[in-house]
């Protein structure tokens, strides 16, 4: 038994344990998952009422609907995908990498229980009319916002990020620092590289996002709000997270996820390991995206760097799935539960990419507008309509699946 057990539940409190540790994590994440359903059923239920000739749920005020709906994106992400993809890494990676235990056991165990209090804290700040914005002006709702509660949701998701953070420092510790010797980082499995890689990402992104949190909450504070912490505008200086390519960065674990069950169903060895590897960095460094904020940068979605990237997506994805493939060859593949939901994780995040790259069609093909051509401008046009669609939505929604379903595959 590992040394930072302890029985009970006073154990489970004081627990450094990192296999105890990441059992907490992936059950809360999964009761996580089902809040978040539950808040996307509300929110499809209201539509249906959208014409006013079916009423199957009506909410009391459009600040109501907005607040279900936002926190249906924070509780996936910051109550569902990250704690399960820090649960699933904090039981796994240790073992992986043959560490003794999780790098600063004390520390992972104080990141779970900040990740848990303030979670609890942002979600019921939401229920008595708090959250993070207001769609419209607060005047023309039946039921505004409360002030102190606004506040203390900027708070308390700034308190969740900050606990990411520090879980994902503990994971990446691991990995660097306690690994035996002679294990090279070329040399560590699939899974334990792609949260070395993604927490990267993440420490890179994650402190811009607590920046524009900061940057809210300062502003909202004050007398008179001028911009950031106006709360019919706060949503768009954090929405960032959630859209192409910032949100793909929280599905890069199912990569290494996929690679460790594949070659065992497959009952054969990784050959093209470098490849993987090379393939999960590559598509790592595409979904870095703190500099597209769309609420600083409206045309963002125009420029070079934005659709390239939005573009290359794809392809280190198809290396990746090129490495799966080969594994697979004349291999007698043993089906089973996760063998399936492996697969399903991997083409819903392929899908996702996909849907990203169909989005910046219309703008990478749009310098053809020079050419004196009717079709392409029929072309180009419907294309360009596609940004402000539900595909954004989807890309979205089938990212963030792919991550929960690569989760519960591992």
């Not at 990784?270 to 045309?299: C, D, E, H």
């Amino acid at each position: 038994p590992s040394p930072y057990a302890s029985p009970g539940f006073a154990g489970a409190l004081a627990t450094g344990d990192h296999k105890a540790i990441g059992r907490m994590y992936l059950l809360f994440g999964l009761a996580g998952g089902v809040l978040s359903l539950v808040l996307n059923l509300l929110v499809a239920l209201e539509r249906t009422d959208i014409t006013g000739d079916f009423d199957v749920l009506t909410f009391g005020s459009a600040n109501q609907v907005f607040q279900t709906w936002s926190l249906h994106r924070t509780s996936l992400l910051f109550f569902c995908v990250l704690p399960l993809l820090l649960g699933l890494a904090t039981y796994i990676v240790p073992l992986q990498v043959g560490a003794p235990s999780i790098a600063f056991p004390r520390a992972a165990a104080a990141a779970f229980w900040t990740w848990l209090v303030g979670m609890g804290i942002h979600v019921a700040t939401v229920f008595v009319d708090g959250g993070l914005g207001y769609p419209l002006n607060p005047v023309q709702a039946a039921q505004g916002p409360d002030p102190d509660a606004i506040e203390l949701s900027l708070l308390s998701i700034g308190v969740v990020t900050i606990a990411v953070l520090l879980a994902s420092i503990c994971i990446m510790a691991t990995v660097i620092a306690q690994r035996p010797q002679g294990m090279t980082l070329y040399e560590v499995p699939l899974f334990s590289w792609s949260m070395l890689v993604a927490g990267g990402i993440w420490l890179l992104a994650l402190p811009v996002w607590l920046a524009n949190l900061a940057i809210s909450w300062v502003d909202f504070r004050g007398d008179d709000a001028l911009r950031y912490g106006r709360v019919d505008q706060t949503w768009d200086y954090l929405s960032w997270l959630w859209s192409q390519p910032m949100v793909f960065a929280f599905a890069i674990p199912v990569l290494g996820i996929v690679g460790e069950i594949i070659p065992v169903a497959a009952g054969k060895r990784q050959r093209m390991y470098s490849v993987q590897q090379g393939a999960i960095g590559a598509f790592a460094l595409l979904t870095f995206g703190a500099w597209a904020q769309p609420a600083f940068n409206p045309n963002v979605g125009e420029q070079v760097l934005f659709v390239a990237m939005s573009l290359l997506l794809v392809l280190p994805l198809l290396a990746f799935a090129g490495g799966l493939a080969d594994t697979l060859f004349k291999a007698k593949v043993r089906f089973s539960a996760q063998f399936a939901l492996a697969l399903l994780a991997f083409l819903t995040l392929l899908a996702a990419a996909g849907a990203a790259a169909v989005l910046v069609l219309g703008p990478a093909i749009g310098v053809v507008r020079e050419v004196d051509s009717d079709w392409l401008a029929d072309l180009i046009e419907p294309l360009e309509d596609l940004a402000g669609s539900v595909i954004a939505t989807g890309v979205m929604q089938h990212a963030l699946l792919a991550a929960v379903i690569g989760a519960i595959a591992g």
